[in-house]
């Protein structure tokens, strides 16, 4: 019964530490809001600014498994490639180093036990006041909880009485065996948690307590580094290719950096002693064992960091492409992601949404591209019905993709919304359906623009040369919008860029009018009035997409 109950405070404590740090993420997230955004954009530039971005998100974060798994899902994407994912999970693995710091300089060596219910009622106070830094108040909560976890993990231990922990002392002072079962034992535990920082702050705790040695700790602190490589497999269950390698990478850096560590853990020992102040048995445990996982992953990323593009070319050749088989049909529509992910993480998904929504606008684009070139060519074609049955084919096809891409972004916006988000994050989410619905509708009207050059060609009605003439450069006005919006996209739009876009909507409107006077003047002056008025028809289609544009630059005027 005594084991039992202390079991019970130290998973107690351990629980309150983590869901401090959650409330600490959170408030970090929260606050950053568009910053951190921003700041994650940089992975895309090269593998040393990758690695500088992963240490800094994820020490921002208190998660590389959160990390890992969107880098998973980015490359899945195609929003980072498969040599620039390899810089962020390195980076990754350095950052989480900050959460064995927190844990032992400010958890153990400094006694701020009574400071931690206070920043509880401060962060409290601070996001129940309505005042532009009350997201601030969740950092506060999570100190405060952290600390409070960490307390009482503290004082559980003195309690422990080594006759009840006989298995433990024994396997500690087993040679080299016990840091290949601190090894084995560290990889478990991270695996039944999928968290190391949970792993190695139960692991200080232990060390501190006298319940394991020094080498046996950092060879469960390994253990956690191979162990939180779970949920990036996870996350590559029925992903593409490029996704499943970039779990593999994430796997292999730590499993390979472990093996390298346990082949050379005298000398990585020694290092640690020299680089810490103080005797790992004289109290400086903490200290020891933080700034061992440091080195260690430190070292691990000056050894892979020359080999990348070796290192990528090797995960190509473990997981080849799959020849996709060729099935009838079109391509479904289908956005992975893990839901778990983005309850971890929600600010940081909103980019991936941006990615896949200029997809979409590349979609409309090419769609409206090829309406624009069948205006001018369609009419000169040898077999005119089968050359117009492709177009209609064509866009049906894209325009239910285009259906598709609109369900499941809106659910996974949805779903973003779900853990609380700061206001700033509400408004970019509701900002970004808006512009779904408008690409959605775009599409929609290409199509039925394309629908109405089938009835002009099956019913012919041929549309004469000088309204083909007059009909280019409106459709190229329309063409320079979209080129506009799609450059645009995931940016907050000035009030020049405003401006401009309202004198493009003013030209598009004004050639319409034209247009549509030329038409009415024809069919006075006896022209066939059923291929004048398809003529308006398609004028206006035309013209709604223009619409459409202006209404998403708008948007993204108001969006922030």
Known sequence: MIVIGILLRIIGGLCLFLYGMKVMSDGIQHAAGDRLQRFLNLMTKNRFVGILTGMAVTALVQSSSAVSVMVVTFVNTGLLSLTQAIGVIMGANIGTTTTAWIVSLVGFEIDISALALPAVGLGFFMQVLKWKHQDLGGVFMGFGFIFLGLRFLTDAMPTL???????????????????????????????????????????????????????????????????????????????????KRTALVHVLFNVVGSIVAIIFFRPLIMLVDFLTPGSAEAGGIAAHLAMFHTVFNIMGTLLFLPFVSQFAALVSFLIKDKEEAVQAGR??????????????????????????????????????????????????????????????AEMRDKEEFADEMRVELTRFLIECRRPQLSGQSERKIYQLLRIISDLEDMTDDCCSA????????????????????????YTRLVEDFLAFVREQLGRTITAEQESYAAELENSIDKSRDKL?????????????????????????????????????AGALRRGR
């Open 161 to 243: 009485d080594p006759a009840h922990l006989e298995f433990i002392l024994r396997f500690s002072n087993m040679g080299f065996m016990s840091i290949l079962i601190g090894l084995g034992v560290g990889t478990v535990v991270t695996l039944l948690m999928h968290s190391s920082a949970a792993t190695i702050t139960l692991v200080i705790t232990m060390a501190i307590g006298g319940m394991v040695s020094f080498e046996t700790a950092a060879a469960m602190i390994l253990g956690a580094n191979i162990g939180t490589t779970i949920d990036a497999i996870m996350a590559a269950f029925g992903a593409r290719t490029a996704a």
């Open 331 to 392: 391509k479904t529509y289908r956005l992975e992601y893990v839901s778990g992910t983005l309850q971890n993480t929600p600010e940081l998904n909103i980019i991936r949404a941006e990615k896949e929504i200029r997809d979409m606008a590349g979609l409309a684009a090419s769609m409206f591209a090829g309406i624009s070139k069948a205006l001018q060519t369609l009419q000169q074609e040898k077999d005119r019905e089968q050359a117009v049955d492709a177009l209609v």
């Open 450 to 473: 394309s629908l109405l050059l089938e009835r002009s060609i099956k019913k012919e009605l041929y549309f004469k040369d000088k309204e083909m003439e007059a009909l280019a450069p």
């Open 516 to 552: 549509r006077k030329l038409g009415r003047k024809r069919i006075e002056a006896g022209a066939d009035v059923r291929a004048e008025l398809l003529f308006i028809d398609v004028v206006r289609r035309i013209e709604k997409v223009g619409d459409y544009c202006y209404n998403i």
